[in-house]
């Protein structure tokens, strides 16, 4: 949520930012009824002073054996205008809460300005795009000749986008997701966690979620519970509505977790295989940081993400996300994009983001400086480290051999238990 202190203070350079996301945005709704609740507020103090005076002078009245009646039937008069203009300013503050959560994070200053993913800069590339002198076959296709994969039995048991794992299939997913956190957790510092995959809407509004993303979400009927797109919502809440100390900071934490995602309007895209799932499985990075070290973090868990993918082989490349293709809580955001040969390109793996003071302030999340002892907001990032599905078709995909076979990457081995499919 954008600080209102700095919409009221630069209102001219907070709508310049946010129509370099999108040239529709203003928060001139927001200053309007701050301005209408300012206002209410400034007269409702001035009536409380007024019957503060005026209680003084009735027990003073009172003292002097003199009636009181008339200035109390004024007093209670007082009291009824100010209950009337302290229900009008709760109705603005809601719509002015109301208003701040469904706007988006303004981006930082060196996030280039674009209308979508085709204007994402690259920024570094990694490896060389796998060729063959053999047609290359997508994952889904190897995955069903080696039984690694039912696409039909998912769809029976559930729906559309959702897939069963078979044999070695499983087996794989499930090596991926203890290498990811063995590497994060042992080599990189992070704090493994394992949190609740059902999280509360106090939760999802912490992250942003809700209420702009409403429609994304699968929830529980008759219960204010939501089952989590990403480990992000739940391990950035664990300290929701806390004052950590300076000393706590950074905190890394990470955390495997299935997702669960509608993907509403994504109806005809990436509808074969693993790439775009209603249920799907992922490991998380978190950082809460001081306002002074996200930056240096944010690059530093990027290379965290980056890490694994180096590790295991697979070609990818560093995008910059532009304005317009730019999460609504992010105020900047790198994309890992893994090379997937049934594309024929590079697919997003990661979105390694900082958030500033945006997720903090939704979810109450702060902390107190050793320097001035003042308690301020501190900065979340969040990364996939790595979307395991996706990983799990990039290797099937990269690594095949001529006679079909799957070569296992070396560094997944001792959790295969084998090395070849």
Partial sequence: MLDIKVIRENPEKVNELLKRRNPELSIDSVLEIDDKRRKIQFQADELRQKRKNMSNEIGMMKKAGQNTDEIQAEVKLLGDEIKELEEKQT???????????????TPA??????????????????????????????????????????????????????????????????????????????????????????????????????PKFKEDMFKCVDEDLYLIPTAEVPVTNI???????????????TAYTPCFRREAGSAGKDTRGLIRQHQFNKVELVKLTTPETSIEEHEKLTRNAERVLELLGLPYRRVILCTGDLGFSARKCYDLEVWMPSYNNYKEISSCSNFGDFQARRANIKYRSKTTGKVEYVHTLNGSGLA??????????????????????????????????
């Fill in 91 to 105: 109705e603005l503050d809601a719509k002015q809460k109301e208003l701040l959560l469904n706007i988006p994070n």
């Fill in 109 to 210: 200053e060196d996030v280039p300005t674009g209308e979508d993913d085709s204007h994402n800069p690259v920024l570094k590339v990694w490896g060389e795009p796998t060729k063959a002198d053999f047609e290359l076959k997508p994952h889904w296709d190897l995955a069903t000749e080696h039984n690694l994969l039912d696409f039909e039995r998912g769809v029976k048991l559930a729906h559309t986008r959702f897939t069963l794992y078979r044999g070695k299939g499983s087996r794989l997913e499930r090596a991926i997701i203890n290498f990811f956190l063995d590497v994060h957790t042992q080599e990189h510092g992070y704090e493994e966690i394992f949190p609740p995959v059902l999280v509360n809407s106090n939760a999802m509004t912490g992250t942003g979620q809700l």
């Fill in 239 to 253: 300290y929701n509505g806390e004052i950590l100390s300076e000393d706590d900071l950074p905190k890394y934490m």
């Fill in 388 to 421: 395991v599905g996706r990983t799990w078709a990039a290797i099937v995909e990269n690594f095949q051999t001529k006679d079909g076979h799957i070569i296992i990457p070396e560094v997944l081995r001792k959790y295969t238990g084998f090395d070849i499919i």
